[in-house]
């Protein structure tokens, strides 16, 4: 069965900080796909990105990184120089492409704030 | 523009009245599935369909119901809403048979009284 861990239920940071929202996952599987997802307090789901299992590159848009590490079952993710607007939920999931149906497995997120 | 529809939005109705939320996709994909989202629990997905007529149970299915009728339409249904059933659904749909990526609907918060 497959699993995903925030470990980080709630981080609080300052402005400006750089901040890290980590990511465990579990499967047996060879073929997958991770996803990280925002949810900011207008409560929809914002998709952040997708990687498949077999591209480790780490991937920089703008403020937001993401590095997955096959050896260590992570993918991370960090926002540089935060702003008020990044304040949200934050949902790692994971997909298995099992052929019997395709299901989303989230970790329980974690919740962001950014004050001034 | 390509997206997923859910109706309602918000609803707040007492246990035991039948209820239906309707959700609905234009990109013609032929996967679709229902979460439900609670705190400290993430999204947990309650039923999924990879194409008309054909429905599956996910994670947490009892108490729930669900058809296919046309590929657009996925509509959720609670024949007798119980207070542990308040929680804030989501519906997404996802592109082939293994939907590797899957677009979520707005969500729908219901409350059960």
């Known amino acids: 069965a497959q699993k995903v861990t925030q470990a980080q239920t709630e981080i609080s940071v300052v402005e400006k900080e750089d901040v890290t929202l980590d990511c465990v996952y579990e499967t047996r599987d060879t073929t997958y796909y991770l996803f990280w997802y925002k949810q900011p307090p207008s409560g929809e789901l914002v998709f952040l990105i997708r990687?498949?299992?077999?591209?480790?590159q780490n991937e920089i848009s703008g403020r937001y990184s993401w590095n997955f590490q096959k050896s260590t079952s992570s993918f991370n993710f960090t926002i540089t120089a935060s702003q008020v607007v990044d304040s949200a939920v934050y949902f790692c999931a994971l997909s298995l492409s099992t052929g019997g149906g395709n299901k989303l497995t989230f970790g329980t997120g974690t919740q962001l704030k950014v004050e001034l | 523009e390509a997206q997923v529809t859910q109706n309602p939005r918000y609803l707040i109705t007492v246990t035991g009245k039948k209820l239906t939320v309707t959700c609905s996709q234009n990109?013609?994909?032929?996967?679709m599935s229902w979460y439900r989202q609670d705190p400290g629990l993430g999204l947990r997905q309650i039923y999924y369909?990879?194409?008309?007529?054909?429905?599956d149970k996910g994670d947490v299915p009892e108490g729930y119901k669900v058809s296919r009728k046309e590929k657009r339409n996925f509509p959720l249904i609670l024949e007798s809403p119980s207070p542990n059933q308040t929680s804030l659904y989501f519906c997404?749909?996802?592109?082939?048979?293994?939907?590797?990526?899957?677009?979520f609907g707005p969500g729908t918060r219901l409350t059960v009284l």
């Open positions: 990687r498949n299992s077999f591209d480790e």
């Open positions: 990109m013609n994909h032929e996967y």
């Open positions: 997404a749909s996802g592109e082939g048979a293994l939907a590797e990526e899957q677009f």
């Open positions: 369909s990879m194409n008309v007529e054909v429905t």
